[in-house]
């Protein structure tokens, strides 16, 4: 039996199909086409879809696989494989939640911590016994170049890029080296001071960026590009079971 999941970023969609624990096809796009949709569906005979959104709500996809699919909408009140003890669950990212049963997954029985470098850097902690405890948001490396040149009256605005360098030697190696050198030690600050309470924990790393910051962290981390996806059919999975 074919799964099909759909992760709605803000910059980008994820499109994966999965038979049990295999991933067959990925798909990323710019924005969410039904077209592209159908095409996997009938491709695989999809039967169980399941689609976590942070953007806006696009009804002609979530109608079409509701006509087509056994289908779920993630939500904070999906049942999930792990418990959440977030004080406001309704406003908790669909795609925190995923990436920690994504990493829940491949780490059962662990003290994790999940951290998603893409527009913003989040960073969620769950327990061994299967609890997300919360986590901490900050601005990504993009976000971070951007708000320097628009809160400022004469810094450009410029690209981000991977610094070999750690300072930089012109306005825009120093905004660029900033902004990078500052996620790879907020990363690190962040797993030293979790180490303290939880000497074994297990760090995944996933987002449009983990492949700037991978080989720069000093800590032992595992890098998973599709740690998301891996989540939402683990949820999927799980909901079948029910």
Same mark, same amino acid.
Request: glycine fraction near 8%; include cysteine.
């Given at each position: 039996?074919?799964?099909?999941?759909?992760?709605?970023? #803000?910059?980008?969609?994820?499109?994966?199909?999965?038979?049990?624990?295999?991933?067959?096809?990925?798909?990323?796009?710019?924005?969410?086409?039904?077209?592209?949709?159908?095409?996997?569906?009938?491709?695989?005979?999809?039967?169980?879809?399941?689609?976590?959104?942070?953007?806006?709500?696009?009804?002609?996809?979530?109608?079409?696989?509701?006509?087509?699919?056994?289908?779920?909408?993630?939500?904070?009140?999906?049942?999930?494989?792990?418990?959440?003890?977030?004080?406001?669950?309704?406003?908790?990212?669909?795609?925190?939640?995923?990436?920690?049963?994504?990493?829940?997954?491949?780490?059962?029985?662990?003290?994790?911590?999940?951290?998603?470098?893409?527009?913003? #850097?989040? $960073?969620?902690?769950?327990?061994?016994?299967?609890?997300?405890?919360?986590? #901490?948001?900050?601005?990504?490396?993009?976000?971070?170049?951007?708000?320097?040149?628009?809160?400022?009256?004469?810094?450009?605005?410029?690209?981000?890029?991977?610094?070999?360098?750690?300072?930089?030697?012109?306005?825009?190696?120093?905004?660029?080296?900033?902004?990078?050198?500052?996620?790879? $030690?907020?990363?690190?600050?962040?797993?030293?001071?979790?180490?303290?309470? $939880?000497?074994?924990?297990?760090?995944?790393?996933?987002?449009? $960026?983990?492949?700037?910051?991978?080989?720069?962290?000093?800590?032992?981390?595992?890098?998973?590009?599709?740690?998301?996806?891996?989540?939402? #059919?683990?949820?999927?999975?799980?909901?079948?079971?029910?």
């Amino acid at each position: 039996m074919k799964n099909l999941t759909i992760d709605i970023g #803000n910059s980008s969609v994820k499109l994966a199909v999965f038979e049990q624990d295999t991933m067959l096809e990925m798909m990323i796009c710019e924005q969410a086409v039904l077209a592209q949709i159908d095409v996997l569906v009938k491709k695989y005979g999809i039967k169980k879809s399941i689609l976590s959104s942070v953007a806006i709500e696009n009804k002609d996809i979530t109608e079409y696989l509701r006509s087509t699919t056994d289908f779920i909408e993630l939500t904070a009140d999906t049942p999930l494989p792990l418990k959440l003890e977030y004080e406001t669950p309704n406003t908790l990212g669909l795609d925190r939640i995923a990436a920690a049963v994504g990493a829940m997954s491949m780490k059962p029985a662990a003290d994790l911590l999940v951290i998603d470098a893409g527009t913003c #850097n989040t $960073y969620d902690f769950v327990s061994a016994d299967g609890v997300f405890k919360g986590g #901490n948001i900050t601005p990504g490396v993009e976000m971070r170049l951007k708000a320097m040149h628009t809160f400022t009256g004469r810094l450009p605005e410029v690209p981000t890029a991977d610094c070999a360098q750690l300072l930089g030697t012109s306005t825009q190696t120093a905004l660029q080296c900033g902004a990078f050198w500052g996620v790879v $030690y907020e990363i690190d600050g962040f797993i030293e001071a979790l180490k303290l309470l $939880y000497p074994k924990i297990s760090v995944f790393l996933t987002g449009g $960026y983990a492949f700037y910051f991978e080989k720069r962290i000093k800590n032992r981390i595992f890098a998973v590009s599709n740690l998301v996806p891996i989540g939402l #059919n683990k949820i999927l999975i799980y909901n079948d079971s029910l």
